[in-house]
């Protein structure tokens, strides 16, 4: 499963980039041309209007696989098939996606290339923010024209939703839930009339078929702007998972760390693994509510704890170990990430850490240098 | 004879008409109803016990509901039972059905349980319960249970095979289904003969495509590894044979798939007679039970069950637009549970599903379809309602009913054994029973009355008198209702053995426990009731529950009942380090999240908090003693208990912000465990008394310290420190404050004996300047001196340590002092002398 660091722009480091390009972050439809051509070239089934692949090929294109001719896709998002269907599925059916997850379930790299393989265009994006205005969504002015030539289609500014409209395209609203409740009802009539009026000409922009729309928003995240359940129920939601096993988090994790790391130029230090595996089962435990061995319920503290965290643990302890330890990530660098993931809330998450570390970790075996270590910055 | 000339096409020379169904498969039933419909046998023959068929007329009864079940059932032996249930949509009920319905005799032609029960009995010595009820299946997938099991082949597990022979066994639907390229037997089964209508087809047609496909499969594999399956289907070749002479080729059999290559073949009928003689044999009764569909599901243990028995319901009742039916039902329950869903949603669902569909290559929208629609239309992504829909919709709540006239089920004729040998007679009148645990009959009836109110059969009533009479007493008051008959027929349906149902409630009952302390009882109820392998469900979901409850005095108040069962366990030699283990972990709980719980109370909230604190008490100190002899050292509680237990009351006791009261009582508990030195108390209770702390607060101090009940007065009466503190806050106390500490201070001391309360009295008056030479002029009141009284007290020590078993060492006094204050003081004592 692809996780990034940050829930809006960096999962595509992510990516496997085929053939570096000269942008720092090529968008996917450039990245993966070659497999998307030739899936493209070998689909045979039928698309819906404006589709640049079939829903087929499209799901091929996320979850990978091998072409007739031998090309290989390679998968881009490594999760559950269900996921991956429905989500094309409901574009299909001309319905809204929304994709929820908590902050590194890889939502806007699955919306980025979802669109790529759609529409052959991820670039119709709209991000959202506390700021964003209605006119990010429907449409702007040039005042200059409009000063000098008054109100017409040139002096219009269309917004990205607004050009996918007119073209039949994908467009993506990132962080929909940051969006101010004012502005985010906009959509409501995009989606459910699929126009958009343009009273100051008396004029509306219809969508024509193949327009679509996909919006990522966080879950997890309080005092957002919750969606109305009117702008709800015009989308399909798909909420898209932590990582199933262990093993893949682990895997994650080593390697985010391992690129940050680089990129950060931090010493490196050797053999993290164990450590590594520590923090991740710790957060799997603590967030899954039961332990590893699934004997044993916990209570889940108020934070997130999603891999993203873990690797931000991860290497503030590699920073603490080289700078200021003997070089080897040991349980101490990272007791204090981790207590600061974990107790977000200083009453109820701290009696819930301790609580774990008394009933789950003291009795575990090869545990007892992490349970001091934790007991320590605890106390 | 028009029907069979329409049907005759179908098979090459005639013969029977078999129709291979998938047990429990809408789809097959369908098939069934169609092809009765068009070949109008003279006989339906279905695979099933042969006992059975006197009570096939029952089925036709108005108040006969599915899904029920044949129970059969060794009459010596209750608990050696087997179970074929059949749902509405089973074909062998459609096809009983029908026959009632046209007036055309229905027959079983499976072997009959008179010799499967036998075959368990010849396997392992243990009675098979229902527990182990479809283990054969289980082993090797539940499709095979709907292919070839069924009705009847293994489904009625008398005889579970060993592991090693269920591995090997071939599971024929998984088989095809690779053969399909589908991965998962069930979803290629539906594609290709569930979700298919029977529509203007031919109707025998789908029977004859799967007997082929099946005549394939035995060709290769055999008998695939079901080896008795070869005596079954030759005694159903001569049951066939028998009614073929009788009514000529209009006879119908309605049997799993996988016989139905075996009952086509030509064998010699003194070969199957030779395969069918000596077999072993058990006298059995079988009878109708109630099923629910939540026993039908998989789910439930029940190896031949079905993962969605209201899913296959719907698919099998609803008379067309299946996908947009089952919708409309889901929003229905959505919106009965408050959540907005409307017409909009349930066409996108729809829409959403039929494409999903037509994604994955299917002819029609399955279950996994729907469900993914459901998720992301109606359920906005989450898990929470859709796990409400699966259980609700898709398993469904359907419980079914039989008929009055239905026969005994075996419970009531295991009970009749117990009664019998216990020689506890049901009667009427109503009597009071006096039961010795020590002696083994006297523990018997004990275990039955408790097992019978855990099934809810209320025939005895504890009595409290043994509260005080020590543990290994009980005292029961007797009352043999008709009204309990019916009770016990209901308790059928847990089981066919008293120990069986009761476990199998027990469980339930844990499962669905809305709280901590529900769970709690229920264990102890299960450790008077002996039912151990009840034991380890209960005792999940308790850790469970204590993990998830966050409020301590749940779980203050689910600890001393625990402790309690521990205690009874010791008594009637049960097996209790399961339970020390999860009570550890309670006690873990409640160190940790006590001190939080503290701060901020008010008084009633602070008083209800001392009373667990002293429950915590109480339960720590039995807790951290070893348990008896014998018991593994891994499953001793942790020696270390007390010391953290400790460490929570020193932390309490220095706390500002915990309520004075729980300050006080922790100071107490500190200082009669010999953990706080007297200097110490005498400090910390200077602080409080002192001129800077609110008198309110200082009284409330002064109540947890030496009040309620717990010998504080004799504390006073010898400590004359703490009672000069006491003696100087009081009397500094301002006139307006002190109106307000009166109704506290009263309670506290009017709890004392009258005779501590007198010496209190005496002592005040004398003043604190002539308490210092009371002792010289030997004024001090009989029996009590401002010092111990070093000689005296040890007098007593000898005969003390006798009576406690103990050899010696300081703790022996300090535990004895708590122990003597401690309400328990009986029991305690009882339990360490039995």
Request: hydrophobic fraction near 40%; glycine fraction near 10%.
């Given at each position: 499963m692809s996780v990034s660091v940050e829930p809006t722009t960096v999962e595509a480091a992510e990516a496997v980039v085929e053939e570096p390009a000269e942008a720092l972050r090529p968008h996917a439809e450039d990245a993966f041309a070659g497999e998307l051509a030739a899936l493209a070239a070998q689909d045979d089934r039928p698309r819906p209007a404006r589709w640049k692949l079939s829903p087929w090929a499209v799901a091929t294109y996320l979850l990978g696989g091998t072409l007739p001719d031998g090309t290989v896709i390679t998968p881009k998002y490594v999760g559950p098939r269900r996921i991956v269907e429905v989500a094309v599925t409901t574009l299909a059916t001309d319905r809204a996606l929304l994709l929820l997850g908590v902050p590194g379930t890889a939502k806007t790299w699955v919306s980025e290339h979802l669109a790529a393989a759609v529409s052959g265009d991820s670039t119709l994006l709209v991000q959202g923010t506390a700021g964003t205005p209605e006119e990010a969504i429907r449409y702007g002015w040039n005042y200059a024209q409009l000063l000098a030539h008054g109100p017409s289609r040139d002096a219009l500014v269309p917004s990205p939703v607004m050009r996918a409209m007119a073209e039949g395209m994908t467009a993506r609203v990132e962080e929909l839930t940051r969006i101010p409740a004012d502005v985010q009802d906009t959509l409501i009539t995009i989606l459910s009339e699929k126009t958009l009026p343009i009273p100051e000409l008396g004029q509306e922009v219809q969508a024509v078929r193949g327009f679509n729309l996909i919006a990522t928003a966080n879950d997890r995240d309080r005092g957002v702007n919750d969606l109305s359940s009117a702008l709800r129920r015009r989308f399909n939601t798909v909420v898209l998972p932590l990582p199933e096993s262990a093993d893949a988090e682990v895997d994650i994790v080593s390697r985010r760390v391992d690129q940050i790391g680089r990129s950060l130029d931090l010493p490196s230090v050797p053999d993290g693994v164990d450590e590594i595996r520590r923090v991740v089962t710790v957060f799997r435990e603590l967030r899954d509510g039961v332990t590893a061995d699934g004997r044993t319920k916990l209570k889940s503290p108020s934070g997130t704890l999603s891999t993203a965290e873990a690797i931000s643990v991860v290497t503030n302890g590699l920073a603490l170990a080289a700078h200021f330890g003997d070089g080897v990530l040991r349980a101490g660098d990272v007791a204090a990430g981790i207590l600061g993931a974990v107790v977000r809330d200083p009453a109820a998450d701290r009696v819930i850490w301790q609580e774990y570390l008394e009933t789950v970790v003291r009795e575990r075996d090869g545990w007892t240098d992490f349970y001091r270590a934790c007991r320590e910055v605890s106390a | 004879?028009?029907?069979?000339?329409?049907?005759?096409?179908?098979?090459?020379?005639?013969?029977?008409?078999?129709?291979?169904?998938?047990?429990?498969?809408?789809?097959?039933?369908?098939?069934?109803?169609?092809?009765?419909?068009?070949?109008?046998?003279?006989?339906?023959?279905?695979?099933?016990?042969?006992?059975?068929?006197?009570?096939?007329?029952?089925?036709?009864?108005?108040?006969?509901?599915?899904?029920?079940?044949?129970?059969?059932?060794?009459?010596?032996?209750?608990?050696?039972?087997?179970?074929?249930?059949?749902?509405?949509?089973?074909?062998?009920?459609?096809?009983?059905?029908?026959?009632?319905?046209?007036?055309?005799?229905?027959?079983?032609?499976?072997?009959?349980?008179?010799?499967?029960?036998?075959?368990?009995?010849?396997?392992?010595?243990?009675?098979?319960?229902?527990?182990?009820?479809?283990?054969?299946?289980?082993?090797?997938?539940?499709?095979?249970?709907?292919?070839?099991?069924?009705?009847?082949?293994?489904?009625?597990?008398?005889?579970?095979?060993?592991?090693?022979e269920a591995d090997v066994r071939v599971d024929p639907l998984a088989v095809l289904a690779d053969a399909a390229g589908y991965d998962d037997p069930e979803r290629w089964w539906e594609d290709v003969v569930e979700h298919r209508g029977t529509g203007e087809r031919d109707a025998f047609a789908p029977f004859v495509v799967l007997e082929e496909a099946m005549g394939a499969l035995r060709e290769v594999y055999g008998t695939g590894g079901h080896e008795r399956d070869l005596v079954r289907e030759a005694y159903m070749r001569l049951q066939v044979r028998a009614a073929q002479r009788e009514f000529g080729d209009a006879v119908a059999v309605v049997c799993g798939a996988w016989h139905v290559p075996a009952l086509r073949e030509k064998t010699t009928v003194a070969a199957d007679r030779a395969l069918v003689k000596g077999l072993p044999k058990v006298k059995a009764d079988m009878t109708w039970v109630p099923w629910t569909n939540r026993r039908l599901a998989r789910v439930s243990g029940y190896g031949a069950g079905i993962d969605s028995p209201g899913w296959y319901g719907h698919l099998f009742s609803a008379p067309d637009r299946p996908v947009e039916r089952w919708m409309t039902k889901v929003a229905g329950l959505l919106r009965d549970e408050d959540r907005i869903v409307s017409s909009a949603h349930v066409i996108e669902a729809v829409r959403l599903a039929e494409t999903l569909a037509v994604m994955r290559g299917r002819p029609l929208p399955g279950l996994g379809e729907t469900t993914d629609a459901v998720r992301a239309v109606m359920c906005e992504g989450s898990d929470v309602p859709l796990a409400l829909v699966h259980d609700r919709l898709v398993v469904g709540d359907v419980?079914?009913?039989?008929?009055?006239?239905?026969?005994?089920?075996?419970?009531?004729?295991?009970?009749?054994?117990?009664?019998?040998?216990?020689?506890?007679?049901?009667?009427?009148?109503?009597?009071?029973?006096?039961?010795?645990?020590?002696?083994?009959?006297?523990?018997?009836?004990?275990?039955?009355?408790?097992?019978?109110?855990?099934?809810?059969?209320?025939?005895?009533?504890?009595?409290?008198?043994?509260?005080?009479?020590?543990?290994f007493r009980e005292t029961w008051r007797l009352r043999w209702e008709p009204e309990l008959s019916v009770r016990i027929a209901e308790a059928g349906v847990w089981g066919t053995t008293v120990l069986g149902a009761a476990t199998a409630k027990a469980e339930a009952d844990a499962v669905s426990a809305q709280g901590l302390a529900e769970v709690t009882a229920l264990a102890e109820r299960c450790l008077l009731a002996e039912l151990p392998d009840a034991l380890p469900v209960v005792m999940r979901v308790l850790a469970d529950r204590a993990a998830l409850d966050a409020d301590v005095g749940h779980l203050a108040q689910a600890l001393p009942a625990l402790v309690r069962s521990l205690r009874y366990g010791d008594v009637r030699g049960t097996d209790t380090g399961a339970l020390a283990e999860v009570a550890a972990g309670l006690a873990e709980r409640i160190f940790v999240g006590l001190p939080p719980a503290c701060v901020g109370l008010d008084a009633d909230a602070a008083e209800e908090m001392r009373r667990h604190v002293d429950a915590v008490q109480g339960a720590v100190a039995l807790l951290a003693e070893a348990p008896p002899a014998g018991d593994p050292a891994a499953d001793r509680p942790d020696p270390d208990l007390r010391g953290r237990w400790h460490s929570v009351l020193r932390l309490l006791s220095v706390r500002d912000t915990v309520s004075g009261i729980l300050r006080g009582r922790a100071v107490r508990l500190l200082l009669d465990e010999g953990e706080l030195a007297q200097d110490e108390a005498a400090r910390l209770m200077g602080l409080v008394l002192s001129p800077g702390t609110p008198p309110a607060e200082g009284a409330a101090w002064i109540e947890g310290f030496v009040g309620g009940g717990s010998g504080g007065g004799m504390l006073l009466v010898h400590d004359e420190r703490l009672l000069g503190l006491v003696d100087a806050w009081l009397t500094g106390v301002p006139a307006e404050a002190f109106t307000d500490v009166l109704p506290l201070l009263r309670r506290t001391f009017s709890a004392y004996e009258p005779g501590v309360r007198r010496t209190l009295g005496e002592l005040v008056r004398r003043g604190p300047g002539e308490r210092a030479s009371a002792t010289a002029a030997g004024s001090a009141p009989p029996g009590f001196a401002p010092d111990l009284d070093m000689e005296r007290a040890d007098a007593v020590v000898p005969v003390v340590r006798l009576l406690l078993g103990l050899d010696g060492g300081s703790r022996g006094h300090v535990e004895n002092t708590d122990d003597d204050t401690d309400d328990d003081r009986d029991d305690k004592n009882l339990a360490g002398v039995a």
């Open positions: - | 004879m028009t029907g069979v000339e329409g049907g005759a096409g179908r098979v090459a020379g005639g013969g029977p008409l078999l129709l291979g169904v998938r047990h429990h498969g809408p789809g097959s039933a369908r098939a069934v109803r169609a092809a009765l419909e068009a070949a109008r046998p003279r006989i339906v023959l279905i695979e099933g016990p042969p006992e059975a068929d006197s009570l096939i007329p029952l089925a036709a009864e108005e108040d006969m509901r599915p899904p029920v079940a044949l129970l059969a059932h060794a009459v010596d032996e209750p608990g050696r039972s087997a179970f074929w249930p059949l749902a509405e949509f089973s074909p062998e009920w459609v096809a009983i059905r029908w026959a009632l319905r046209h007036e055309v005799p229905a027959r079983f032609i499976d072997l009959p349980a008179t010799h499967t029960l036998a075959w368990g009995r010849d396997g392992r010595d243990e009675p098979v319960g229902e527990e182990t009820d479809g283990t054969p299946d289980a082993g090797s997938g539940g499709a095979d249970g709907h292919a070839s099991a069924p009705l009847s082949p293994s489904a009625p597990s008398p005889a579970p095979p060993p592991a090693s419980l079914g009913e039989v008929p009055q006239a239905a026969p005994a089920v075996p419970l009531q004729r295991d009970l009749d054994r117990i009664q019998r040998r216990l020689r506890l007679r049901p009667e009427a009148l109503e009597r009071e029973l006096e039961l010795d645990l020590r002696k083994e009959t006297d523990a018997g009836r004990s275990t039955l009355l408790h097992r019978l109110r855990l099934l809810g059969v209320a025939w005895g009533e504890a009595v409290a008198s043994w509260g005080s009479t020590g543990t």
